[in-house]
């Protein structure tokens, strides 16, 4: 029935949820349960870049402090586009695919500075160049049409472009040209996209901002179909760390050291799972 046996969706959450990502991964290595042996890993948003690390074989550790370019250009925030975006997410639900169009036209008419700076940011913080022989996704919307693309080592796109474009939220960063089109982050359609990991015997799930975005995963996991699922959130001393906004850098060391205590948190449980997928009710 299974055609893998452990698969890893990693969700949204600015640089914030990058860092607690990055903690939980490295102390739960530590405790014996390695995410970076996932079959398939599902990146979106923030989870592309914790994704593209683990598939790619490096230890999160480097995580542990910001990672800056070498000419360490900032990103070019448009406060107007970037409030225009959220008010239509607002009202998204009536609409989702109609809102997601409208929000790829603020996308391209933000004034986010170049592709390059961003392209060279995510490079910097993803740590490779290369697609991973691991089977990696990576989500993203394409902003004329707000249709998903899901990119792998065989969609043609470079790896560090990939992981540009699902963190390219618009009003912050801006769209990604690939193959001639451009796109924006892959969140704006599922925080986690667990429904991409169909197939996978275990399936955990690491959604950062789940306390900002309560969402309800079950058609997604319902579509997965795994056997055993684990969704970890942020519990209430991270969510402390974190603040109030998770694309605030100061809180980065912080939030990844909250990532590391909460891993010793879930562990057990977790190491059930990513070594025997028993069920965890």
Request: proline share 6%.
């Amino acid at each position: 029935m299974y055609t893998l046996d452990r698969a890893l969706a990693l969700g949204a959450g600015g640089p914030v949820g990058a860092a607690w990502m990055a903690g939980l991964a490295c102390e739960l290595c530590r405790g014996g349960v390695d995410l970076s042996e996932a079959d398939l890993i599902v990146g979106t948003s923030t989870g592309a870049i914790i994704g593209a690390v683990l598939a790619t074989g490096q230890d999160p550790v480097r995580l542990a402090t910001p990672v800056r370019t070498a000419d360490a250009t900032p990103p070019q925030v448009d406060g107007h586009r970037l409030g225009e975006a959220f008010a239509v997410l607002g009202g998204a639900a009536s609409n989702p695919d109609e809102a997601r169009r409208r929000v790829g036209q603020i996308a391209l008419a933000a004034e986010t500075g170049p592709e390059q700076a961003h392209i060279a940011r995510m490079r910097a913080m993803a740590g490779a160049d290369q697609w991973p022989h691991r089977k990696l996704l990576i989500t993203a919307l394409d902003a004329e049409t707000g249709e998903q693309e899901v990119f792998d080592r065989a969609s043609g796109a470079p790896l560090p472009c990939a992981v540009a474009a699902s963190t390219a939220f618009p009003g912050i960063y801006p769209p990604i040209t690939i193959n001639g089109r451009r796109y924006m982050d892959g969140s704006m359609r599922s925080a986690t996209n667990a429904g991409l990991a169909a197939g996978a015997r275990t399936l955990v799930v690491i959604d950062p901002q789940a306390h900002l975005f309560p969402h309800d995963l079950h058609q997604e996991l319902a579509a997965a179909g795994a056997h055993t699922v684990v969704i970890i959130e942020p519990d209430p001393a991270s969510i402390r760390a974190f603040g109030s906004n998770l694309n605030d850098r100061t809180a980065w060391e912080p939030a990844y050291q909250a990532g590391l205590r909460q891993a010793t948190d879930v562990a057990e449980q977790l190491r059930l799972a990513w070594k025997t997928g028993s069920d965890m009710d």
